[in-house]
């Protein structure tokens, strides 16, 4: 089962799943892998515990930085406002 998974470059649930549909006979310590753990959701960042002066603008090394996002761990994705290309106002 080890041999599959890291020869495939899967995971033991992965090579399992695979074994079997191929009919292959696996022994009974093989059953550890036939169901797969349920996954953990990843933890939401507040907005109320970020203390920021606008919604989608912070302060990021001493520059503006706008957030497009959070990552699940929290980090905030985005670019720097000197990297922007300059806007041009219609109006």
């Known amino acids: 089962m080890r041999h599959y998974a890291k020869w495939y470059g899967v995971d033991e649930y992965t090579a399992y799943d695979d ?3 191929l009919g292959f006979a696996l022994p009974e310590s093989a059953q550890q892998w036939a169901q797969r753990p349920s996954t953990t959701p990843c933890r939401t960042v ?4 970020r203390p920021v002066h606008d919604e989608w603008w912070i302060m990021l090394d001493g520059r503006p930085f706008f957030v497009a996002g959070y990552t ?3 980090a905030p994705y985005g ?3 000197d ?3 300059p806007y041009d106002d219609p109006r």
């Open 83 to 85: 990297e922007m290309p």
């Open 79 to 81: 670019t720097f406002a």
């Open 72 to 74: 699940c761990g929290g």
């Open 19 to 21: 074994l079997t549909a």
């Open 46 to 49: 507040g907005r109320a515990t």
